[in-house]
């Protein structure tokens, strides 16, 4: 059975699965969260309600079904846009193909997909077949809070405050109590890079962390 859900911000509906544990690409090498990571609001709050966890806990097996797809599609065919991972990753390359396959038949569907799997090789070829069609956008997410970009590719960084100078696209979601509104920047092909503002405790924590400590 397909569970989805639908973050208060988002104009939308989302397939997600449970933070951190479906991240791999969350680590850096010495085993520590990427900065990015280590505020994720997905960790806290709503995301640690029973029925909010139970329903992540559901997909990570769900999507192994055969009928999966054909689901998906079915259900999809009704949204106009559809989010990839309000929480989680796309961290098997069989769930990256099948949702590669739903999003091929899903032609009049808007989709985003934001990931840091883009640094595992063996996804680099899925990922470039989702951005071949015209109805997907595929982010790189960075690992920074400070800005960093990734280049080349639709990305996504994190800004430690609304004002700091970037050559993004700013997230003015903070403007609109935390929702997208008629924004649909994420979406649009065109829209190079989002750049979020650093929002929720732990992540403001880390920002004054950072600063003490610099």
């Known amino acids: 059975m397909i569970k989805l859900s639908k973050p ?6 989302s397939w997600s699965l449970e933070a951190l544990t479906t991240c791999p690409a969350s680590l850096q090498d010495d085993g520590e969260l990427v900065p990015a990571c280590q505020g994720c609001y997905a960790t806290t709050g ?5 029925v909010v966890k139970d329903l992540r806990v559901h997909n990570k097996e769900d999507w192994h079904r055969d009928g999966w797809v054909d689901e998906m599609v079915g259900l999809l065919k009704k949204n106009s846009f559809f989010r990839w991972f309000d929480s989680g990753d796309v961290y098997d390359k069989r769930l990256a193909i099948k ?12 989709h ?8 595992f090789i063996k996804f680099r070829g899925v990922f470039h077949e989702m951005e071949s069609l015209r109805n997907v956008v595929v ?7 400070t800005g960093e970009l990734i280049d ?7 800004l430690p405050y609304v004002d700091t100078p970037t050559t993004a696209t700013v997230c003015e979601a903070y403007e609109r109590g935390g929702k997208c509104g008629d924004c649909r920047a994420c979406w649009d092909k065109g829209t190079k890079v989002i750049a979020y503002p650093m929002h929720g405790k732990k992540g403001m924590k880390m920002i004054a962390l950072m600063e003490v400590l610099t």
């Open 152 to 158: 080349g590719a639709n990305s996504s960084t994190i």
């Open 112 to 119: 985003w997909l934001p990931t840091r799997m883009h640094k």
């Open 139 to 145: 982010r790189y997410s960075s690992d920074s809070i």
């Open 8 to 13: 208060s911000k988002m104009p939308c509906n």
């Open 99 to 110: 949702i590669l396959e739903v999003m091929a038949r899903t032609p009049l569907t808007k």
């Open 46 to 50: 709503f995301y640690n309600m029973p």
